[in-house]
């Protein structure tokens, strides 16, 4: 597609339940960004993945979340056990990549647990 | 810690005056700072930027004003048009990241 995209694009869950967030990256972009947004708050990065480097977890919130990337393309991010805390709308990104560049978000996940 | 803060969460502008959108840092390694404006139910999309070595940087309607001195950007849109009315997000780059602010939220009335 031409934008970055991501599924689902609404997700409800149960407290303790796992969930697994999808996004597809544009072609050729070889950057990939998560953040969230809280209620009320900006952007909080999560981690990033910059072609076949080790990626950058430092903004992950708990070891209860991880992320993937597979190919260098398609990315999933999992949070394990979720807790209320974790609602928000998750924001996938993407970048030519080699130093920071302009990033093209994705419409987001919006996540509530319930 | 907040390293990009946008104090004020919303501002409201009569359509064809000007909006001044304000943004401070803290981090002096930032170098590189872009403004996004985000719709409901839409990801955060990019409008300008500029460089550390800039202290203005103007396309079309939107101009950049960065103050290094004081650690102070802002959005300057004029004029302004219902269009508008959106969240603008401002951000600085630490490395390959960006760092957000909290977004202030944008009424043009008309």
């Known amino acids: 597609g031409a934008g970055v995209s991501q599924s689902p694009s609404n997700k409800v869950t149960e407290k303790g339940k796992d969930v697994e967030l999808r996004c597809d990256p544009i072609s050729g972009h070889t950057a990939l960004y998560w953040y969230r947004q809280s209620l009320g708050q900006g952007l909080e990065f999560l981690i990033y993945f910059q072609g076949n480097s080790a990626p950058d977890k430092s903004g992950l919130p708990s070891d209860r979340f991880s992320a993937e990337r597979t190919g260098g393309s398609v990315s999933t991010l999992t949070i394990q056990r979720t807790q209320q805390e974790d609602s928000a709308v998750y924001l996938c990104?993407?970048?030519?990549?080699?130093?920071?560049?302009?990033?093209?978000f994705g419409s987001g996940t919006q996540l509530s647990v319930l | 810690d907040q390293q990009v803060k946008q104090n004020s969460p919303s501002l409201s502008v009569q359509e064809g005056r000007i909006s001044i959108l304000n943004c401070d840092y803290t981090?002096?390694?930032?170098?590189?700072f872009l403004w996004y404006k985000k719709y409901p139910a839409e990801g955060p999309t990019f409008l300008i930027s500029i460089s550390s070595i800039k202290d203005k940087n103007e396309d079309g309607r939107f101009t950049v004003f960065l103050n290094k001195s004081a650690k102070h950007l802002s959005l300057h849109i004029v004029p302004s048009q219902p269009g508008d009315s959106a969240v603008y997000f401002c951000a600085a780059s630490e490395g390959n990241k960006l760092v957000f602010g909290a977004g202030t939220i944008l009424r043009v009335k008309s």
């Open positions: 981090n002096s390694m930032f170098d590189y």
């Open positions: 990104a993407s970048s030519l990549g080699g130093g920071i560049t302009e990033l093209f």
